[in-house]
């Protein structure tokens, strides 16, 4: 089997963590198949701490602790955000503003992964996608 390289949306993150009914049939299966290779984005990382910070999303311990354990049993590599990736910010359509989603998006892009995302925006901008 050829290596799929997932780059993992915020959501599908915590979904995969701390309630994986939620994930699709075809997100499990890319997730427990040995032959993908996954990255977590420093930018989810940042949003998960805004959103915690803010009171809108609790963790069963502290996020510094919680989100690098949960990476690691997933298996993911910390992906950081670099200037390449924020250069494509201005190719972008504007389907909507999340900054947050846009930077995966062009970290998609840069690095050649595909976002398994359920995402309906993110699905429509020039990015591979699965679900």
Do not use: N
Not at 17 to 35: F, G, H, M, N, V
Not at 53 to 58: D, E, G, P, Q, V
Not at 70 to 75: A, S, V, W, Y
Request: net charge negative; charged share 25%.
């Amino acid at each position: 089997m050829e290596t799929i390289k997932i780059l993992l949306d915020t959501c599908t993150f915590l979904w995969a963590a701390a309630k994986p009914e939620a994930l699709s049939t075809e997100a499990k299966q890319i997730l427990e198949s040995p032959d993908t290779e996954i990255y977590l984005s420093l930018v989810s990382v940042w949003e998960l701490l805004l959103k915690s910070s803010a009171k809108k999303l609790t963790f069963t311990e502290a996020p510094e602790r919680w989100i690098p354990q949960q990476r690691d049993k997933l298996r993911a590599i910390a992906l950081p955000l670099d200037e390449a990736a924020l250069f494509q910010e201005s190719r972008l359509p504007l389907v909507h503003r999340d900054p947050f989603d846009r930077a995966l998006i062009c970290q998609a892009i840069t690095h050649g992964l595909t976002l398994l995302t359920p995402d309906p925006h993110i699905h429509r901008y020039p990015v591979p996608t699965r679900w």
